[in-house]
């Protein structure tokens, strides 16, 4: 399996998080409207890890199985977990200044989606998204 990994520390990180998702999504041939999906939530996803949880990392991963192809995000940080998962999950629920969106919105533009978060102990989030072609 091929994988990126990138970092999560800065708005800059951001930016490079979104080209890299979107060659990636090129790459497995999504359509643009597939492309537009994954990095959008690639992009939420790592917000909120740089907000919510001081940073942590990205992985990009190519996935190959059964005849499919298509790209899984994983991101973790090192912050302090989610507190309300379920909450957060819902639309309009945000601890910050933004529209809570972000959690809800990912998990929607993906077809896998899971979270492993722990009080104290971060948060990984995993979101696939396969071909439809």
Known sequence: ?????????????????????????????????????????????ARNALIHGGGGSLHIQLLHEGGRIGVRLIVSDDGPG???LEGALTDGFSTG????????GARRLMHAFDVHTRKGGGTTVMAARWSTR
């Open 1 to 45: 399996m091929e994988e990126h990994v990138y970092p999560v520390q800065s708005e800059d990180d951001l930016l490079t998080i979104r080209h890299a998702v979107r060659a990636v999504s090129r790459q497995v041939d999504f359509p643009i409207v597939d492309q537009t999906r994954v990095v959008t939530a690639a992009s939420e996803l």
């Open 97 to 104: 200044n933004g529209l809570g969106h972000g959690l809800g």
């Open 82 to 84: 989610i507190d309300n």
